[in-house]
T-cell receptor, first 114, second 111 residues
Framework: DTAVSQTPKYLVTQMGNDKSIKCEQN?????MYWYKQDSKKFLKIMFS???????INETVPNRFSPKSPDKAHLNLHINSLELGDSAVYFC?????????????FGPGTRLTVL | QKEVEQDPGPLSVPEGAIVSLNCTYS??????FMWYRQYSRKGPELLMY????GNKEDGRFTAQVDKSSKYISLFIRDSQPSDSATYLC???????????FGTGTRLTVIP
């Protein structure tokens, strides 16, 4: 009965590979997010989707491509992985666009690029 | 200038101490203020949420907002070892699509 779930929890891969991370929420929220958390714990927004529409696309290399098949799912595909992509990636969801924007986070995916 | 600044710590206190965690922000349009707690190797979880100025209390936790100084605080009374975590402040305004997070303060409560 996890509210926001992500798979996989850990991902270790070689430079140059392509990988995907999946996210699902069962809270009935209409907005979902991807964040990157670096080793210093700074949470940086990457993307946000509202009802399958991309509404935030921060300065992120175009090797990163989000996909939202429906409003309960937001996946992140990363092409040609680089060492600097190593981080923890968090998915989050919220009830509505704007407003107080209380966000609920998944457990994170720890990506290590060798 | 970052939208929100937070002292990264680390902060170490003995069990039972009162802890004060703080953030400052730059834009007076912000009106929603949150504190998230993140345990090691876990996702952030919403701890406290405040709208506009004033105080909000929930058990041992008190969130305080001073909009005139653009300063927000989280107080933890009678701190416990289980409070050891990273605390992140987050702010936003009406109509915004995302939260602006502080860098987080790592707190250790020593038994």
């Amino acid at each position: 009965d996890t509210a926001v779930s992500q798979t996989p929890k850990y991902l270790v891969t070689q430079m140059g590979n392509d990988k995907s991370i999946k996210c699902e929420q069962n809270l009935g929220h209409d907005t979902m997010y991807w964040y990157k958390q670096d080793s210093k714990k700074f949470l940086k927004i990457m993307f946000s989707y509202n009802n399958k529409e991309l509404i935030i696309n921060e300065t992120v290399p175009n090797r990163f491509s989000p996909k939202s098949p429906d409003k309960a799912h937001l996946n992140l595909h990363i092409n040609s992985l680089e060492l600097g992509d190593s981080a923890v990636y968090f998915c989050a969801s919220s009830h509505r666009r704007g407003g107080n924007n209380e966000q609920f986070f998944g457990p994170g995916t720890r990506l290590t690029v060798l | 200038q970052k939208e929100v600044e937070q002292d990264p710590g680390p902060l170490s206190v003995p069990e039972g101490a009162i802890v004060s965690l703080n953030c400052t922000y730059s834009n007076s349009a912000f009106q929603y203020f949150m504190w998230y707690r993140q345990y090691s190797r876990k996702g952030p979880e919403l701890l406290m949420y405040t709208y506009s100025s004033g105080n909000k209390e929930d058990g041992r936790f008190t969130a305080q907002v001073d909009k005139s100084s653009k300063y927000i605080s989280l107080f933890i009374r009678d701190s416990q070892p289980s409070d050891s975590a990273t605390y992140l402040c987050a702010i936003t305004r009406a109509g915004a699509n995302n939260l602006f997070f502080g860098t987080g303060t790592r707190l250790t409560v020593i038994p």
